[in-house]
Each structure stands twice: as C-alpha cells, then as structure tokens.
C-alpha cells in the first residue's frame, strides 16, 4: 500500500439511491462508522428524478412523490452519522476491501470491512439506423432533462417501450409540455401497469403494440421516424411501415443490473430474463460469493425503488451483524421483517415472476 | 447527400463507432465470443466500456450460434471499470493480493 | 351524493388509499396486491382517495348531480389547470372523448401533494365511463 491516504471504515456503500441510502441508514444506526460513495454530486440516485407517486405500502412511503422520499431517507442517513462522499467515481473494488474511486483530480482510496455494492442499473440500447442522431436518446435522459435539469430535449416524442418506465417518463413529458406522438411497442400487450398506461391514454396517448423502430433519420438530427409492425418473432412485416415526423425519440427498451464493480471484484455472476440479464450470484442476506460483498437494488435484479430500498436495509443490517454490531436475535427478525415486505412487493401477477427469480437466484448462493 | 444517415448503417458501438456488418463479419470470421468480437473490432473499448452495446453484440452472437445469450454475457469485467486518467492509476496504491488476474493487465 | 368509485385494475402491491381514507371506507383484504373495494355507504365523498392513489384509480361519482347530468371527481396532473364553467372533453380509460363536459369545481388542497382534483359534469350515462379530460394544453390561452 503507498502512502496516499487510504481510509478505513466499518461498511463503504457504492451508489447512494434508494438501496445505498436504506443500506446506509441501517449500518450506521447499528453503529458501524459507515462511508457512503456516489459519482452524483447528490445522493439519491434515480429518486430525485421521480415527480410520481409511489405504490407500495406505509413503509415504503407509498403515495410520496418519489424525490420526496429521497428527502426523507438523505435525512435519515445524516441523523445516523453516514458520512457521504459525493463526486467520487468508483472505478475498482478488490477482494480485500480496497475502493478506489477518483474525484477527477485525485485518486480516492477506501478501505472496508464489508462492502455493500448498490449500483443501480444501466438502461439498455438499441440499435438501428440513426440511432446515433442527435435527438436519440434514452428515457432516463429524457427524465433527467425535464425533472432535474427543467429542460424540455425535443418538442415532438416518440417513445420506445411500454413498460412501467416508458410509460412514466411519458406522463412526465407531458406535464412538462412536450408532445408525445405515440409510444410504440414491440410486445403483443403493453408491459407496465395498466394503471400507468391509463393515465397516458387519458390523455390522449396511443399505445402502438406488436411495432417497432426501423429508423430515423434527417439532416442534422431527427426529423421523421419510420415504425413497422413485428410478427411473433419480433421481425418487422413488410409493408407495414409508416413515418412519423418527431424530433426526439426516447428509448425505454429496458435496463440492466450495473455488474461491472462486482465483475472485476470477483463475484460470481449468474443470469436471469425476468431480473435483467446477468447479476452478481446472492442468498437471502444480501452477500455475495464473497461474504464481506453485499448487493442490493437493481444490482442484484431489476425491480423497483421500494424494493431496492428494503434490499438495501437488509444489506445494511447483515453488514452490521457480520461486525457484531447487532445480535443474531437482532438481526433475525429485523431479516425476517423485511423479507416479509419484500414479499409483499413481490406477489400479485407482476411480482410474483420475480419472486421466483429471486428464489432461483438464493439456492445457487447455497 | 440530403440526410446524414442514408445509408442503412446500424451502429451497434457507439463509442467506437461499429456497424453491425463490421460485428458480423467478426463473428463470421470467427469471433464466438464477446470478448472475440471486443478484441478484433474495438467494441466495447470505448468510453461506456461497453455498457451499451455488449447486451446487442451478445444476442447477435446468440442468433449467430443459436444458442441463449447467457452463454455470452457478461464478457470479461476488468478494472479499472470506467476511464480514469493515467496518473489516477499511477496514484492508486495497489495492493498485492487482488487475486483478479485481470486487473494485472 | 358524490361516492367513490374504483377502477384500480390489476393486482399491484400497493395500498395509500385504505390508509388515506378517514372512515374506513375502503379496504384491501389479506394480500397487499389484492384490488381495494370501496363501501359507498361509509363515504362521505371527501376525495382524499381520488388525490392519493397513485395511479389514479380512485374517482368519486354522483349519479343525481342536476337533472339528467352526473358529476366526476378525479385527479389531474397538468398545467394549467382548468377553470370553473370552462367547457372540457371528457374522456374514457383509452382516451376516447366521450362527450363535453362542464368543469364544476377545481380542489387544490396542500395534503394532496400537487394532485388537483377536478370536477366536471357529464350527460347521466356517461358517469361510470369518464375517467379524465383532454389536457388544457393551450399555454398562452389558459395564462
């Protein structure tokens, strides 16, 4: 080790969204000198992009608009003494607890007895022609243009995908003033909640299913789409095409675990469809292949706020339980009060499919 | 030309700028793996680390061979795991047991 | 009377409106996903539901509201928001204008968080199938 000032801590948190923040508010009340890191100059994740709503129950603040529940939890932390680290780029992790991270101009390192890994998930890409025109963008861009930055990227949208996220980032556009032409489909039904869909169709929004992107294209950016319809095999039907004139085409074709610190720090990955694609290998305490490595939040399967948020406290307690910090009596029901939250989100025809993955993914951990 | 994008080009690597042809025709001349395919077109080496296009390589690969895209995800995961500046990587202390033989390369 | 009206239609974990509801007139049972069902002989057609449900699925409807007219009450997210007497469409799940409707009251209260709850009359047949308006999208108009 050189001399340039690594830090040492009870429990280092990478990413300080919902399941980082739950992390960080259990292992700090447990009393472990906790060090939370985000590469975000403010911590939260994906929360203060989120003017909705919320599901759920009275524990996971269901009815709050999301970026107020982030409030609620960055206050929670600070009560509990975590220390934040904003503007630290995390870009290694390795087996003996090391962190390294970069603020641009410095190197930044950590060290940890345990290591609760929670960094999020990246939204999937699509390829075709003009993906790259000015004016593609993803949905999660487009939320961070409206919501955070207060900046309207196009006039006219097209949407691709329904799922729950295209479907909120739609609605969002539209409180925003933009004018969304149509969210187009490649699946036979729309995927989100019909709740969701509902409020954009409301107003006046087509859901196009079973249609999907051939192109964009225009002189400096887009200026004009062209859709298909897909047969059962995805495979766009000749003739079906139509073009429709839009500036801005929002992508929400789906997201998957960010895997790459767990990746390099030597966890054994797996692979899940219904949780999004490959992530790292976990039993029902949050640990890794390594057990001083916790996970938890899209990492360890994409689902949502609420869930990750409950992951990420039972991340926090295991973490705090490993450093005797809490006692196994303690430990075992605050685990078994959270799983059983946890199985709540997860029922219902929705939930269920990842319940089962989940499970999948627990035994393999054995 | 009147439009940028007349040609029908799909970019898959967006970092690296790689058509979907220049992918097939690595995997045609025998790259049947991510990493194969990383290493004789320079996807995934931009500066997403290929966050963005190794999910579409994999399911090119897996309608390629027929075979279910696990069997190509996730590639190798090496440090560092986004761009750093050199002198951050010379800075860093770096200990001896990392036990991750890819971060020696 | 105004009395609530469900539409919540899939099976989702979620449960603000039982919790919201001040008499204890609508209720989730067992399993957190399962649909609430709201009891129209304990609502007193506050509305709180109508503005915490978050995904809209919570209107208030009153049958006899003038001679052959009924009244909604439901939520609305957008700028600007309409005025009283101001002629709206109104319109079903799928987003099909169903008839013209009047807007009879506007209800902004600081609990419900941003979540305006707008009330139009519509023709009696139309009261069960109004779930919204067109947006009031003219800007400059509405200012």
Known sequence: ?366 | MEESCLNKEKIVCRCEEITEEEIMAAIRGGADTLDAVKKSTRSCMGFCQGRTCKRLIASMLSSYFKRPIEDFLPGSLRLPITPIRLSILADTAISSDFGNEDAHA | ?143
């Open chain 1, 1 to 366: 080790m050189s001399d340039s000032g690594e830090k040492s801590y009870d429990v280092i948190i990478v990413g300080a969204g919902p399941a980082g923040l739950g992390a960080a508010i259990e292992s700090g009340k447990a009393g472990a000198r906790t060090l939370l890191l985000d590469e975000n100059q403010k911590p939260g994740g994906q929360l203060f992009k989120q003017i909705h709503k919320f599901f759920g129950s009275k524990e996971h603040f269901a009815g709050m608009r999301g970026f107020l529940i982030g409030e609620k939890l960055l206050e929670e932390a600070v009560k509990h003494n975590v220390e934040f680290r904003l503007g630290a780029r995390v870009w290694g992790l390795y087996p003996d607890g090391c962190v390294t991270a970069t603020d641009e101009e410095n190197s930044l390192n950590f060290k940890g007895k345990k290591i609760i890994l929670a960094t999020g998930a990246s939204e999937n890409a699509l390829s075709f022609p003009g993906c790259t025109l000015p004016g593609v963008i993803t949905a999660g861009a487009a939320q961070t243009f409206v919501n955070v930055q207060h900046v309207l990227p196009g006039k006219d949208f097209v949407v691709v995908g329904s799922g729950n996220v295209g479907l909120i980032v739609t609605y969002q556009l539209l409180q925003a003033g933009a004018n969304v032409i149509k969210i187009i489909e490649a699946a036979p039904k729309i995927s989100g909640y019909g709740v969701h869909a509902a409020k954009i169709r409301r107003a006046g929004i087509q859901i196009l299913t079973g249609h999907t992107i051939i192109s964009a294209s225009g002189r400096d950016q887009v200026e004009r789409v062209i859709i298909a319809k897909v047969d059962e095999n995805f495979n766009p039907i000749e003739g079906t095409q139509q073009t429709i004139l839009c500036d801005t085409v929002a992508l929400a074709v789906g997201l998957s675990p960010r895997i790459e610190l767990a990746g390099a720090g030597g966890c054994e990955m797996t692979y899940s469809k219904t949780l999004g694609g490959v992530l790292p290998v976990h039993d029902d305490n949050m640990e890794t292949s390594f057990e001083h490595i916790l996970i938890a939040g899209d990492l360890s399967g994409i689902e949502e706020a609420s869930t990750a948020l409950d992951e990420g406290r039972l991340a926090g307690c295991r973490a705090a339980y490993r450093l005797g910090l809490m006692t196994l009596e303690d430990y075992t029901s605050k685990k078994v009060m959270i799983l059983n939250r946890l199985a709540e989100l997860r029922c219902g025809p929705f939930g269920n499919k990842r319940m089962l993955a989940k499970e999948e993914i627990w035994k393999k951990a054995v």
């Open chain 3, 1 to 143: 009377m105004r009395k609530i009206f469900i539409d919540c239609p899939e099976q989702i974990p979620c449960n603000p409106c039982v919790h919201i509801c001040p008499v204890g007139a609508i209720t989730i049972e067992g399993s957190i996903t399962n649909l609430p069902k709201g009891n129209k002989e304990l609502c007193t057609g506050c509305g709180l539901c109508v503005a915490a449900c978050p995904g809209q699925a919570c209107f208030l409807v009153d049958t006899e509201f003038k001679e052959g007219f009924a009244s909604v009450d439901f939520p609305y997210e957008f700028l600007p928001l309409p005025t009283v007497g101001m002629t709206v469409k109104a319109r079903d799940n799928e987003g099909q204008t169903l008839t013209d409707g009047t807007v009879e009251a506007v209800i902004q209260r600081e609990s419900s968080h941003q979540t305006a709850i707008i009330r139009i009359s519509v023709p009696t047949k139309y009261a069960y199938l109004v779930r919204g308006i067109k947006p009031i999208t003219d800007f400059v108009k509405a200012l």
